[in-house]
């Protein structure tokens, strides 16, 4: 089973990576840009669905999200072929 995680920096937290991405779009031309967040992706796949949401949700707890300044959101990613 494959699954995302994606994290993103609370509103408020100061984003120094997305204020450089801003500014480098506004020096290729891309003026109509007002704001950037950067955040990052982790994809992980489990030998089968023996872990859960709840163990993938304890693993961002614990490690792969600083739950102080990040959200993070677990997606269960399909695989090619496979139906629910």
């Known amino acids: ?15 120094p990576q997305g204020k450089a991405i801003h ?3 506004e020096g290729l031309g891309f003026d109509g840009v ?8 982790i ?4 030998e089968d669905d023996s872990a859960g949401e ?5 693993m961002c707890r614990k490690l792969l999200a600083n739950t102080v300044i990040e959200n993070y959101r677990i997606e269960k990613v399909e695989a090619a072929g496979q139906r629910s």
Do not use: N
Not at 6 to 12: A, N, P
Not at 34 to 41: E, H, I, M, Q
């Open 34 to 41: 007002r704001d950037v967040r950067a955040g990052k992706l």
């Open 54 to 58: 709840g163990d993938i949700d304890q």
């Open 1 to 15: 089973m494959k699954y995302r995680v994606h994290v993103t920096l609370k509103s408020g937290v100061l984003d």
């Open 23 to 25: 500014h480098a779009l």
């Open 43 to 46: 994809e992980l796949e489990l």
